[in-house]
């Protein structure tokens, strides 16, 4: 069982930053893939970014160049850094642990999910 608690979240002005951190339980953190999604209301949910056990990254295509995926496999913690926000990016962010170690592309491919924290960005 794996166990992930977002935190970093909150109220940013357009053009600011935030540091989205997820801690996970457990000891299987360093040998499978994370992700970060987002859910706005009344969308579905969609992968922003993610990583594999070795750091390989993928970025969805409208966060590319702003917003940086990374993973400290010794604090069993993976982070996302977002820069020149957007009010367009408000959200619910979610972390998720995969059942692989290649990066995943599909929810269906994620094992266990936070609760989220909420990022939202005022203009």
């Known amino acids: 069982q794996v166990q992930l608690v977002e935190s970093g979240g909150g109220l940013v002005q357009a053009g600011g930053s935030l540091r989205l951190s997820c801690a996970a339980s457990g000891r299987t953190f360093s040998s499978v893939a994370m992700g970060w999604f987002r859910q706005a209301p009344g969308t579905e949910r969609e992968l922003v970014a993610a990583?594999?056990?070795?750091?390989?990254?993928h970025y969805a295509d409208a966060v590319k160049g702003r917003f940086t995926i990374s993973r400290d496999n010794g604090k069993n913690t993976l982070y996302l850094q977002m820069n020149g926000l957007k009010p367009e990016v408000t959200a619910v962010y979610l972390c998720?642990?995969?059942?692989?170690?290649?990066?995943?592309?599909?929810?269906?491919?994620?094992?266990?999910w936070g609760q989220g924290t909420q990022v939202t960005v005022s203009s």
């Open positions: 990583v594999s056990s070795d750091s390989s990254t």
């Open positions: 998720a642990a995969s059942r692989y170690a290649s990066v995943a592309y599909y929810e269906r491919q994620y094992r266990y």
